[in-house]
């Protein structure tokens, strides 16, 4: 009799019974408190690895392979390469909330990231510091990163105006079928950060949904104005921009299509409005200049 059920044994691991529905790969543990960078270590949760770059390196590319970071778990990454995710299919899990979320902290080099260069890439409950200024990027996307998600994720500023996180993720043109789903994007005022979002060429096919993105943006909250997107979703969004000089929320650009509904924005600055999205099929999405007021239906009603 089938079942959704199999049974597991990794060389050098434990037996494990799992879902299929999950897992059908193998299974990586990831602990800087208990962990060792080296042979036989990985597949037990009693000795993990104890970085996300080595665990990376195990994986099978396409296999559904599970990376697990362990409660508490916490790096630094010093360069572009520190943590690179460039094998398909990979999924990394956070396990543990509040203190005990996994952190990456950013610093020593500008250039230092999460980097995905792979395709159809999960990355699920992780928490993105910048620990310098003008970190460029929490998690950057290649043009070969198609299919990555990026859920339940933090991504903030180091606590204070001069350690920003100008881009909380960025995803390359030609990045396509991103999903970005209830993450957190928060900023300092004052700080030099650009966007919480940002597709610097075009994309297609694309959602970004759920997310809550408030600081002082000098671009936008979600900024996709550099290149024409097609059939791009932002949905149930809340975003609220500080910067007043800027202040948009949403910026897209003109010839974007998709659709945009039921997004709450504030943009600072006065007499504009916090959403384009000239090119998309809207409802439903509000915005306001003024903080402690109901927004306006945005872009206008129809008449």
Known sequence: MDTKLFVQKQSGGMFSIIDKELCTGKIFWVSSGTGTDGAGYGQNPDAPVATLDYAVGLCTASKGDIIYLMPGHAETLIAATSAAVDIAGVRILGLGTGSLQPTFSLGTDAAATIAVTDANVVIKNIKVISALANIAAGITASAAADGLVIEDCWFTDGGTDVLELVIGVSCAAG???????????????????????????????????????????????????????????????????????????????????????????HGAKDGTSPIAAAGMVVGENYGSNAEGASGLIKPAVDS
């Open 175 to 265: 990045c396509d079928n991103v999903l970005i789903r209830n993450n957190r994007f928060i900023t300092v005022t004052g700080g030099g950060c650009a966007s919480g979002i940002k597709f610097v060429g075009a994309t297609a096919m694309s959602q970004i949904v759920g997310n809550y993105i408030s600081g002082d943006y000098s671009v936008a909250g979600i900024d996709g104005a550099t290149a024409a997107g097609t059939n791009l979703l932002v949905l149930n969004n809340m975003l609220d921009n500080l910067d007043g000089g800027a202040g948009l929320a949403i910026s897209l650009n003109s010839s974007t299509t998709g659709a945009m509904a039921y997004n709450i924005t």
